[in-house]
């Protein structure tokens, strides 16, 4: 018995170019029409502006982390210890979602000494942040509690620099 028959052939010919034509297709579809996210994660800092209740000091900065379309980040003192940047770059207590270029963020604020003070034992203030990413600037409102939100402008942080230790 020949496995290299006529009809044999001809089966395996047409499956394997039936794949190849498919993988074509697929690849080119992907190339046009599916593009990854831009890259926004980084330090930003947001300087000392008419920011609302405990978030009111010299700078804030804003750590964001990406994996794809998702974020996570922390809002830190812009005077942050190397140890306090590492424990919210493994805790984030923020995290949101990147869609259409627009980010958006939502948790609690626990690296803000001030903050501690101005809730009960145990609780947390909650902040919603929402914004563009403009080249290295990151335009946006960030509303603490049930505060009406405000207007924020951050600078994203050279890569070379770090934190003070």
């Known amino acids: 018995?020949?496995?290299?028959?006529?009809?044999?052939?001809t089966f395996y010919g047409t499956a394997i170019s039936s794949v190849v034509i498919?993988?074509?297709?697929?690849?080119?579809?992907?190339?046009?029409?599916l593009k990854a996210p831009a890259s926004m994660g980084g330090s930003y800092r947001i300087g000392s502006q008419n920011l609302p209740g405990c978030l009111q000091s010299d700078a804030l900065v804003?750590?964001?982390?990406?994996?794809?379309?998702?974020?996570?980040?922390?809002?830190?003192?812009?005077d942050a210890k190397v140890e306090q940047v590492t424990s919210a770059k493994k805790k984030p207590t923020l995290s949101g979602q990147l869609i259409n270029q627009q980010l958006s963020l939502e948790g609690s604020v626990t690296s803000i000494s001030?903050?501690?003070?101005?809730?009960?034992?145990?609780?947390?203030?909650?902040?919603?942040i929402q914004g563009v990413v403009q080249g290295k600037t990151l335009v946006?409102?960030?509303?603490?509690?049930?505060t009406p939100a405000l207007e924020f402008r951050a600078e994203r942080k050279g890569e070379g620099r770090g934190m003070r230790d």
Do not use: W
């Open 62 to 78: 804003l750590d964001i982390q990406q994996s794809g379309i998702y974020l996570f980040g922390s809002l830190l003192p812009g």
């Open 1 to 9: 018995m020949s496995h290299f028959n006529l009809k044999s052939l």
């Open 22 to 33: 498919l993988f074509k297709v697929v690849t080119a579809y992907g190339n046009t029409n």
């Open 114 to 128: 001030r903050c501690h003070s101005a809730v009960g034992a145990g609780e947390h203030n909650r902040v919603k």
């Open 140 to 146: 946006g409102q960030i509303q603490l509690n049930s």
